[in-house]
């Protein structure tokens, strides 16, 4: 007999099921429902965490895994979000027939979810333009300012496993949603009536269409003019991680006068279940150790990755101990230092949690600073933005025509540098230490903790914010920051901030897109004489110091 707890479940199971539009995530509840009644613990839990409130819709959109149920991503959970969004834009004056565009990568459903949201799109009198095939997330917000849309939706769980999927909003400038949209798009989807309430037509209703290459190709030829005349003599090898970047950057490269790029066969096609990886995320161990492997084979320069949604770069270098991946913070000191000895006048952007070279470098050079919280939602609106990167590989170097984070672009900019480094008989790491030479060396580092219970995370700030640490790294903690409680430069976040007597620095906060607890590292030491060596090998020692005390005050 079952427990009325068991019974709410089940009654709730058989509401969704008698709306859901989706026979695999009917027959998939359906087995639940039936292992729950056969008195399966483990299916009692499933289908509890299934029925456990819904995804929630923030500055992220939604993101979760993959699965009947409202904490699920699905085609009813699509459905109503595409409707509060059509409410949402309605109510806020976007007129009868104005464009909506909406992409999507190469993920489970995802084109599933990209032809529903178009029909809810088109029920509402919008005119939904939908790209025509698995295609990167800055193509998407590139297309949003390109064809004069109200919004955009990107259908992608961008570097998350495989399992999941999530659903990304862009407004009409071309950026993602931040406060107080989000929470005015999720009033509207909670407001959502049921399935039969939604009114979907096709995309020709209201005068959208499956977009041809046109755009496509728009989006390519904006991003080859990015690079300027110069050296070009570059072996590149480039992994798209099972991802979308496969059919971009290779042609990027080429168009922009590089040599077609060694691609890492076994990652090339797209695939939604990531067969060679663990995490589709180039910043995991392992993820691009098939391409460095390919670059030592056929003496290459450099190796370029970009994550599965191609919106993130990664980059690894050669060195007299082998290839090693460039950190996030040191690709956009390379990118920034480009960009600034090109004369490149405006805002130089990034986050609280990446390092505070560019604030450096930007005063040497007389360019405003500006620091955000976490995500391109922030840095990509800022006015008179330039250039803006965070230290989770996420760079933007052409924000007039893509107001986000473009792993394309940064990839074909980097790819720039380099070229221009050998061909004066040096690398990149040879440029990195021209930077600490100028300006110091900013070192920074990670700790990153993944849970399977969410509570664990929120114990440990929790741990932190009851008993602050007094000393980090063995140096007295001269400030602490609640983060929560926002300032006249930052909204409010769930993090906190530590500054230290000897110039170092700890960020800590839960991230917003995977079950983590970030911690983030950095020190800075002076190069004296020009040794960049003996300084590298103090900052290596400090930041030892820094991860041990952080994760004994955080108990991770």
């Not at 009813?76 to 990568?105: M, N």
């Not at 407004?171 to 009114?199: F, K, M, Y």
Request: one cysteine or more.
């Amino acid at each position: 007999m079952t427990t009325p707890d068991t019974d709410v479940l089940l009654a709730r199971a058989q509401s969704w099921l008698a709306e859901d539009p989706d026979a695999q995530t009917r027959d998939e509840l359906v087995r639940v429902i039936a292992a729950v009644e056969a008195g399966d613990a483990d299916a009692r839990a499933d289908l509890a965490d299934r029925f456990h409130g819904t995804l929630e819709f923030g500055t992220a959109g939604l993101r979760g895994a993959l699965g009947a149920g409202p904490n699920r991503m699905n085609r009813l959970v699509v459905l109503r979000a595409a409707a509060g969004l059509a409410a949402y834009l309605r109510d806020t004056g976007s007129a009868p027939g104005s464009p909506v565009v909406i992409g999507y990568d190469a993920r489970h459903n995802s084109d599933v979810f990209a032809r529903d949201t178009a029909e809810v799109m088109a029920g509402a009198g919008l005119r939904p333009l939908l790209l025509p095939r698995p295609l990167p997330t800055p193509l998407l917000a590139f297309a949003i300012r390109e064809l004069g849309c109200a919004a955009g939706v990107m259908v992608t769980a961008s570097h998350n496993p495989p399992q999941d999927n999530g659903y990304k909003v862009y407004l009409g400038d071309g950026s993602q949603i931040v406060p107080p949209a989000d929470t005015e798009i999720a009033a509207r989807i909670a407001a959502v009536g049921n399935l039969e309430s939604i009114v979907r037509l096709p995309l020709e209703t209201t005068g959208g269409r499956v977009l041809d290459d046109g755009i496509v190709d728009a989006y390519l030829d904006t991003v080859a003019a990015i690079a300027g005349d110069g050296p070009r003599d570059l072996t590149i090898v480039y992994t798209p991680l099972h991802g979308v970047g496969g059919g971009a950057l290779p042609t990027v490269l080429e168009n922009a006068g590089f040599a077609t790029p060694q691609v890492v066969a076994e990652q090339e096609a797209p695939d939604p279940d990531f067969p060679t990886v663990a995490f589709p995320n180039p910043e995991e161990p392992g993820a691009i150790d098939r391409a460095i492997a390919l670059a030592e084979r056929t003496d290459a320069d450099l190796v370029i990755a970009n994550d599965p949604d191609a919106d993130r770069c990664a980059a690894a270098v050669p060195g007299p101990d082998g290839w090693r991946m460039l950190r996030g913070d040191e690709v956009g000191a390379l990118l920034a230092d480009h960009l600034l000895r090109a004369g490149r006048a405006g805002v130089y952007a990034t986050s609280i949690v990446s390092s505070s070279l560019l604030g450096t470098m930007a005063a040497a050079a007389g360019q405003p600073y500006a620091e955000t919280l976490t995500g391109f939602k922030w840095i990509g609106r800022l006015p008179d933005l330039v250039f803006g990167y965070e230290e989770a590989l996420g760079y933007c170097v052409d924000p007039v025509h893509v107001a986000d984070k473009d792993g394309v672009s940064a990839a074909l900019l980097l790819c720039e540098i380099a070229a221009e480094a050998k061909a004066a008989g040096r690398g990149l790491p040879d440029l990195l230490d021209d930077i600490a030479v100028a300006h110091g060396l900013h070192a920074t580092d990670q700790l990153s903790v993944r849970v399977t219970d969410l509570a664990e995370i929120a114990a440990a700030m929790e741990r932190l914010r009851g008993t602050p640490p007094t000393t980090l790294g063995g140096s007295e903690v001269t400030s602490a920051d609640d983060l929560t409680a926002g300032s006249a430069a930052l909204p409010p976040t769930d993090g906190l901030r530590y500054r230290t007597a000897d110039g170092s620095r700890v960020v800590v906060r839960p991230s917003g897109t995977e079950p983590k607890l970030k911690c983030y590292l950095e020190v800075v030491v002076p190069v004296v004489d020009g040794d960049v060596a003996t300084a590298r090998a103090e900052a290596a020692t400090r930041l030892t110091a820094l991860r041990a005390d952080i994760a004994a005050a955080a108990g991770i």
